[in-house]
Nanobody, 122 residues
Framework: QVHLVESGGGLVQAGGSLRLSCAVY????????MGWFRQAPGKQREAVAAISIGGNTNYADSVKGRFTISRERAKNTAYLLMNSLKPEDTAVYSC????????????????WGQGTQVTVSS
């Protein structure tokens, strides 16, 4: 069984940065496509970014150029570096893993973490 644990969320001012971490337990992080998703109050979950086993990446248009997804095999962890944060980035951010091809469809991810809150003040 795969277990994902996010950390790194918090309160930051607009224009600031945060790095989220997603520790993977039970399997090797490089075995899966890893994705980050977010859900703001009253809104549907939306995709943020994903990284393939080979290192290819895909980003939502709203975060391109500001967010970077990566993974570190030695620490069995995936990351989401978020720069130039905006108040509209405020949400609960969750990481997820899938054995399928690189995609941004949350319905195709098999394993999910519990989420970490990111709040961006104006």
């Amino acid at each position: 069984q795969v277990h994902l644990v996010e950390s790194g969320g918090g309160l930051v001012q607009a224009g600031g940065s945060l790095r989220l971490s997603c520790a993977v337990y039970g399997r090797t992080v490089s075995t899966y496509v890893m994705g980050w998703f977010r859900q703001a109050p009253g809104k549907q979950r939306e995709a943020v970014a994903a990284i393939s086993i080979g290192g290819n990446t895909n980003y939502a248009d709203s975060v391109k150029g500001r967010f970077t997804i990566s993974r570190e095999r030695a620490k069995n962890t995936a990351y989401l570096l978020m720069n130039s944060l905006k108040p509209e980035d405020t949400a609960v951010y969750s990481c997820a893993a899938t054995s399928r091809v690189l995609n941004l469809n949350p319905g195709l991810y098999d394993y999910w973490g519990q989420g970490t809150q990111v709040t961006v003040s104006s």
